[in-house]
Every structure is written in structure tokens, then in C-alpha cells.
């Protein structure tokens, strides 16, 4: 889906807001705007001294003091139809639990299974510390190492998100996986399965060829095992998940006979 993609509606954010709304461009500003944008001047002659990105002065009138916060929604922006209900459903933590699944790391397992904070719990058990001693922003940087790692994140990526060097990033991650031997040994063996085979699959069966993975060219290789071990996690909580619509769909239809149905199915025959 696109403009815009119903699957990835932003999640609700705040925006501050000016105490003062500044005046509106006027007309002649707008056209001054038109010709920098153009690359032309009022006469016709192209110009030289101003980049086509400048916008001028006279447009930006609004005052720099803020005030207080406003919170947006995108996703109240969809109603349902009269009468009808809308029914969110998610699973908490999905691909990390796939992931621990997969490499069946005991330590990790333990740690989801727990019924706790799951990446304060996880923080706890990387830094050698209990929980109730976990900072904030030790919670953070576990979540985004977690994270990260099944993203197919690299460690400039990760130095970005957590505001230090990429070396150090580089030690976040491999000091993680030293604790998490069997999430490490996981990783290892997926990207030997996709030299070998030259694909991966998902827990479903659904594979997903990557000829990048015995490319010369050392950058392209490493995204190819970046994606190796991304698609086995991403992908097979996709597979569950298409799963999991498809069986509370029929699970609502079987409970709630008589509901209406959404108006591109009210004529289809019912299987």
C-alpha cells in the first residue's frame, strides 16, 4: 500500500506550538519563492547568486516562541463504518521472542519468559547488575542493541542512535552477544546456511534468495548477511502474524454470525 501506506500509520507524537502564529506569505513573496525555485529571475535571466533550495526572508515571519504541547494522532483519523467496531491486535515483543525461539538462547528465554520488564531484565543480565539497578537509559541502549541486531543494524547506525563512536557500538554489540552465546551462534550459522544455499527461510517455509552474500565487494556482503539473519526473524513474524489475522477473522465470523461484514465482502459467497 502507498500514499498512504494503511500497513505503517505513524504512532501518535507531539508537536509544540507557537504562543504567536506568524503572518501567512503574501503573494508577492509566494512569487519571489516561484522564481529562486526555477533558477529564474523577474526578467527571464537565470540566477546565479542564490541556491534554487533558498527560500527568501520575507517568507519566514513566524516567531520562534513556543508554547505549549499538542498531541497528534494519525490513527484517529480512521473510523469505522455506523455501527461498526474496530479491533486492534499485537503481540508484545514479537520478533525478539521469534528470535529467542530460533536460537534458543536459555538466558534469553528465561528472560522473556520472566513476566517482567523484558529489556530491563535483558539490561540486568548484560551489564551484571539487578534490575532494580537498571538506569533508564541502560534500559535504551539494551532495547536498541536488541533491536538492532535484528534489524541488520551496523555499528555506525547504532553509534548514531545511541550518540557515541562507532567503536564503542561496535563493543555494545559484541559484548550482547557474549552474553547471549546462543543468540551469537545463531547468527553465525544462518549466514554459513545462506553462503551454502544461497537463500534463508522464514519459520514457514518462505525463502528469500540472496546472491549478495558472496559479493567481492565487502559492503554489499555484509548487508547480505545483515538481511540473512533479518529475514529469518522479520519474516516469520510476518508469517505469524498473516496467520493470526486469518484465524480471528474466521473466529469472529464463527462467534458473530450475524455481524455485518465490511462492504467488499458483503457479496461473496461465504467458504
Known amino acids: 500500500m502507498s500514499e498512504p501506506n494503511l500497513q505503517n500509520i505513524p504512532k501518535d507524537f507531539e508537536i509544540e506550538m507557537p504562543t504567536i502564529i506568524g503572518e501567512s506569505p503574501t503573494q508577492e513573496d509566494n512569487e519571489i519563492a516561484n522564481m529562486i525555485y526555477s533558477g529564474r529571475d523577474n526578467i527571464g535571466r537565470k540566477t546565479r547568486s542564490r541556491s534554487k533550495f533558498m527560500i527568501p526572508k520575507q517568507t519566514a515571519r513566524s516567531t520562534s516562541t513556543t508554547g505549549s504541547m499538542f498531541s497528534v494522532s494519525m490513527r484517529h483519523a480512521f473510523i469505522p463504518f455506523p455501527g461498526g467496531v474496530m479491533l486492534a491486535a499485537d503481540y508484545s ?141 522479520q519474516g516469520s513474524a510476518a508469517d505469524l502474524v498473516k496467520i493470526a489475522m486469518i484465524n480471528i477473522d474466521k473466529r469472529l465470523a464463527e462467534v458473530f454470525p450475524d455481524t455485518k461484514r465490511p462492504h467488499r465482502m458483503e457479496n461473496q459467497t461465504k467458504t
Not at 162 to 167: Q, R
Open 93 to 233: 515483543q514479537l520478533e525478539l521472542r521469534i528470535i529467542a525461539h530460533l536460537c534458543k538462547d536459555k538466558k534469553l528465554v528465561r528472560v522473556l519468559n520472566s513476566g517482567g520488564d523484558v529489556f530491563k531484565m535483558i539490561a540486568a543480565e548484560w551489564q551484571g547488575l539487578s534490575p532494580d539497578e537498571v538506569s533508564v537509559n541502560q534500559r535504551q541502549q539494551a532495547k536498541q542493541v536488541c533491536y538492532g541486531m535484528i534489524y541488520g543494524i551496523g555499528t555506525k547506525a547504532l553509534g548514531e542512535q545511541l550518540k557515541i563512536s562507532d567503536d564503542d557500538a561496535g563493543c555494545f554489540i559484541e559484548s550482547f552477544k557474549s552474553k547471549y552465546t546462543g543468540l551469537k551462534t545463531y547468527m553465525k550459522e544462518t549466514i554459513a546456511f545462506c553462503k551454502k544455499h544461497g537463500y534463508v527461510q522464514t519459520i514457514k517455509g518462505r525463502k528469500r534468495f540472496l546472491p549478495a552474500i558472496h559479493d567481492t565487494i565487502i559492503h554489499a556482503r555484509s548487508q547480505a548477511e545483515r538481511q540473512a539473519v533479518n529475514t529469518t526473524v
